[in-house]
């Protein structure tokens, strides 16, 4: 967006890879406000230092977004900090991989429940739905704000070997539009990403190089490489930005064509 972005973002799986490059993408477009929030805080502590290098004012919160308490907390102290939410971006998210008949229905359970609970606007839509003048988030002044969910390609498509994924991601997309038509009135829109293979952590490890090898060879991802976890990123910032103020429960793919194969 050539426009610059105010307000704060609030991002959850900030530690790495495509919430790192999310964050750093914000900052690039002049957000100065940053609520981090991740499970694990060597990564945290890592976005943080470079963020408030760059002169950005952080919160930073350890916190494990599959734990309803724990999102509760998030929301409140990011509240508590700055006031307000202004795009928050879900990117926190696990793959369990697994042959679909050695899956655990229990799995598919989980991990479905913990790509949901990611979702802290439940709380901030509810805080910027009231009305009395303590509510320090004024709904007001705060008649504006973007949701941006991780889904994936495996939020429309199944690829074998991830059912609890694929499960889970399907979920993420259905949330979001659900939000979506239900919070358009409050001026919050709610969309997903639908990255393809990425080369982030969570693929470019001994477990999935293989499968990343795979899927990212020209007949399967027509771009013939994995994107970067800053081309997702770019996309996030567009979605969250004014120029995007028409996107609402959508899902923007960004795969390099693997979907389109
Ligand atoms: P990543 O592993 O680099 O980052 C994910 C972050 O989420 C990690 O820092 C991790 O600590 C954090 N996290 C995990 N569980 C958490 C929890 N319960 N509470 C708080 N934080 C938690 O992965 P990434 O590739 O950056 O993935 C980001 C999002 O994009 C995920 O939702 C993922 O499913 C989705 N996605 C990734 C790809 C890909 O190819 N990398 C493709 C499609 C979708």
Known sequence: PSSALTGVAFITGAGSGIGAATARAFAAKGVRRFVLVDLV??????????????????AVIAADVSKEDD??????????????????????????????????????????AQMLKQDPLAGWVRRRGRTDASDSADPKR???GSIVNLSSVLGTVAVPGVPAYVASKH???GLAKAAAVEHAGRGVRTNNIAPGWIDTPMTNNEHVAAVLEAQTAPGKTP?????TA??????????SSTEASFVNGATW???GGFTAL
């Open 41 to 58: 805080p060597a990564g945290l502590k890592a976005i943080d230092t470079e963020l408030q290098a760059g002169g950005a004012q952080t």
């Open 223 to 227: 771009a013939g490489r994995a994107g």
């Open 71 to 112: 999102v509760k907390g998030a929301v409140a102290a990011a509240v508590q900090t700055f006031g307000r939410i202004d795009y928050a971006v879900n990117s926190a998210g696990v793959g369990a991989l697994g042959a679909f008949l050695e899956t655990p229905t229990e799995e598919v359970r989980e991990q479905t």
């Open 142 to 144: 705060q008649q504006r």
């Open 171 to 173: 979920a993420v997309v």
């Open 253 to 255: 793919i960004v795969d």
């Open 230 to 239: 800053e081309e997702v990123a770019d996309v996030a910032v567009f979605l």
